[in-house]
């Protein structure tokens, strides 16, 4: 008998719900065709890069997955290559982001952003040696520490796109390291990069 009445329920369900979908009008049928083609039509990735860092000796790459037209997940990286950028330290971060695009376009204009990730920094310290007396001072001893901590922060930027696919980001952002002795606990960063979406 249970097993009567379950498929009874089953059946009426299913029913009604096929009554609903006929009912449903034709103008509600057509803007989910619209949303739903336009979906897939758009290019969901971005790659950009940042060609004035690049220049002088930072990799600033950022990547990015859209999830629908408002919002996105991605990273981006900072690997100073020459230490002349920042004197005697060297200085990377890899940062999840997630962003909440205003525009009207698809993952395009004005957005706002929340990052966190692992912040990592060589530091190079000098020890000196010599007289007090007689103000000499030399140095004698090289110290290298390193330091990887977590942060967190904010940013704003903007996102354009031409009708070849070819992007341009200029975006701004700040965060706070977590737990570090060395050096300052605010860190920055930013993008001002060319790139595609595809």
């Given at each position: 008998m249970k097993k009567i009445l379950t498929l009874v329920c089953a059946l009426m369900l299913s029913f009604a719900m096929a009554q609903e979908?006929?009912?449903m009008d034709k103008a509600q049928e057509e803007a989910i065709v619209a949303v739903m083609q336009e979906s897939a039509s758009e290019k969901r990735n971005d790659i950009v890069l940042n060609p004035i860092a690049l220049i002088l000796g930072v990799v600033n790459v950022s990547y990015e997955h859209h999830i629908n037209k408002d919002s996105g997940i991605g990273v981006s990286t900072i690997f100073i290559l020459d230490d002349y950028v920042v004197g005697n330290t060297s200085y990377w971060h890899i940062l999840p982001h997630y962003r909440y695009y205003f525009g009207k376009k698809w993952a395009r204009g004005f957005f706002l952003e929340g990052f966190t990730g692992v912040i990592g920094q060589k530091y190079e310290t000098i020890?000196?040696?010599?007289?007090?007396?007689y103000g000499l001072y030399f140095p004698n001893i090289y110290?290298?520490?390193?330091?990887?901590n977590f942060g967190f922060g904010v940013g704003?930027?903007?996102?354009?796109?031409?009708?070849?696919?070819?992007?341009f980001e200029a975006s701004l952002g700040i965060g706070r390291r977590l737990g570090s002795n060395l050096g300052e606990p605010i860190f920055a960063k930013g993008m001002l990069g060319v790139g595609i979406r595809f």
């Open positions: 979908t006929k009912n020890a000196y040696y010599g007289h007090y007396d110290h290298t520490k390193n330091e990887t704003f930027g903007g996102k354009w796109e031409t009708k070849g696919n070819i992007l």
